[in-house]
């Protein structure tokens, strides 16, 4: 996400202001210790896609980590309307929601805050389409912490994936992650991977239950595809006819090789693309 508009507006904590009147105290936990859940919503001509979706997710996120949402559920569309950018054909809403700040720098429990929340609209263009020749990817270990069900602005581990990618001199490339010998997500993605006309994708038992892919799953099975929630053994992915990953910016972005051995014909495959049409007709 870029912000070349210091005109954007922001809610901030109640208010709404130009972004650059936003004052974050460098006590807030959010900054000093990552203590706070964000969320990422596609807008496409001014219509979230999967809004719904996207603050149940933050809600489901605060709860986890034991933060007292300050809105209800129904309140974020209408708390977002205002900050949305006009005649934009595509945006991104980010939603932040802190612990809050305490003027003082403590780890520990109770926690005398209200939680600071801001957000803000930026403009955006998803770099696939559907004559996209496809990305390479590269296995990596998964150095993120146990709970990526939880979608925590602490993304050190996801932020180190792509620093490997960078002084490997392949940054433009994607990482998949592995656990325990399966292949599980990628540091800002959802998995996916066919085999002999079934699609395959890991659970979401402790990776990010990501709104693209279950749109996507829903996609599949509309058409008749047959999908199996299952994360693939390293080998297993190395031989399937087609992979590729998802997420709100990039939508699906086809993975043409892992670890330089082509994946099926090295191009991006006949599902992808079905799948691909089928999220395009979402965005109308
Ligand atoms: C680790 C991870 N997995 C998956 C996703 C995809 O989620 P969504 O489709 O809701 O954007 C993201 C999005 O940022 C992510 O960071």
């Known amino acids: 996400m870029t912000n070349k508009n210091s005109k954007t507006l922001a809610f901030f904590n109640g208010s709404y202001m130009s972004i650059d009147k936003v004052a974050i105290s460098p006590f807030d936990r959010g900054f000093l210790l990552g203590d706070s859940i964000y969320e990422v919503v596609p807008v496409y001509r001014g219509k979230t896609l999967g809004g719904a979706q996207h603050y149940q997710r933050l809600m489901d996120g605060l709860k986890a980590i034991g933060i007292q949402s300050p809105y209800t559920l129904s309140d974020w569309a209408g708390i977002c309307a205002p900050v949305l950018?006009?005649?934009?054909?595509?945006?991104?809403?980010?939603?932040?929601?802190?612990?809050g700040n305490e003027q003082v720098r403590n780890h520990r429990?109770?926690?005398?805050?209200?939680?600071?929340?801001?957000?803000?609209?930026?403009?955006?263009?998803?770099?696939?389409?559907?004559?996209?020749?496809?990305?390479?990817?590269?296995?990596?270990?998964?150095?993120?912490?146990?709970?990526?069900?939880?979608?925590?602005?602490?993304?050190?581990?996801?932020?180190?994936?792509?620093?490997?990618?960078h002084s490997d001199g392949v940054g433009n490339d994607e990482a998949l992650l592995v656990r325990d010998g399966f292949v599980v997500e990628a540091p800002s993605?959802?998995?996916?991977?066919?085999?002999?006309?079934?699609?395959?994708?890991?659970?979401?038992?402790?990776?990010?239950?990501?709104?693209?892919?279950?749109?996507?799953?829903?996609?599949?099975?509309?058409?008749?595809?047959?999908?199996?929630?299952?994360?693939?053994?390293?080998?297993?992915?190395?031989?399937?006819?087609?992979?590729?990953?998802?997420?709100?910016?990039?939508?699906?972005?086809?993975?043409?090789?892992?670890?330089?051995?082509?994946?099926?014909?090295?191009?991006?495959?006949?599902?992808w693309r079905q799948l691909f049409a089928g999220y395009q007709q979402l965005k109308r």
Not at 135 to 157: E, V
């Open 109 to 165: 429990f109770p926690i005398e805050a209200s939680p600071t929340v801001l957000i803000f609209s930026i403009p955006f263009t998803s770099p696939i389409d559907k004559d996209y020749p496809g990305c390479a990817a590269h296995l990596q270990d998964d150095l993120r912490w146990q709970r990526c069900n939880i979608k925590s602005t602490s993304l050190m581990g996801n932020v180190l994936a792509y620093q490997q990618l």
């Open 85 to 99: 950018l006009a005649d934009e054909e595509a945006q991104l809403l980010y939603l932040q929601v802190t612990r």
């Open 189 to 271: 993605s959802n998995l996916f991977m066919v085999k002999n006309g079934v699609i395959f994708t890991p659970g979401i038992d402790n990776i990010l239950p990501g709104v693209t892919r279950a749109l996507l799953i829903d996609i599949a099975l509309n058409l008749a595809i047959e999908v199996r929630e299952q994360a693939p053994s390293i080998e297993m992915l190395k031989r399937a006819d087609e992979v590729w990953v998802s997420n709100s910016m990039e939508e699906l972005k086809p993975i043409v090789s892992i670890d330089g051995q082509p994946i099926g014909l090295g191009v991006p495959g006949e599902i």
